[in-house]
Nanobody, 119 residues
């Protein structure tokens, strides 16, 4: 199990950039597949970007070419660099850690950080 704390959200104008950070605690962070999700009001939570424990990445079509996910295992941190932000990127962003079943299986979430993109 890992504890996750997000930071870096805020208010930004369309076209601007933000960098979200997720700080993790726990001794098995390196084994976790990590992801950033977002949830708009009245909508379901959706995957924005993911990075596996081996470093492979995947992105939602809506953010490809604009967002970049990365991880620093030494710092137990995951980042989401968001460029060319659009008003539709406004949402609460959540960090997620998924421990594969091979290692016991677990699913942990942070408390979320608000991103507001003004037009």
């Amino acid at each position: 199990q890992v504890q996750l704390v997000e930071s870096g959200g805020g208010l930004v104008q369309a076209g601007g950039s933000l960098r979200l950070s997720c700080a993790a605690s726990g001794s098995r962070f390196v084994l976790n597949n990590m992801g950033w999700y977002r949830q708009r009001p009245g909508e379901q939570r959706e995957l924005v970007a993911g990075i596996t424990n081996s470093g492979s990445t995947n992105y939602a079509d809506s953010v490809k070419g604009r967002f970049t996910i990365s991880r620093d295992n030494a710092k137990k941190a995951v980042y989401l660099q968001m460029n060319s932000l659009k008003p539709e990127d406004t949402a609460v962003y959540y960090c997620n850690a998924k421990l594969p079943q091979l290692f016991g299986g677990h699913d942990d979430w942070g408390q979320g950080t608000q991103v507001i993109v003004s037009s």
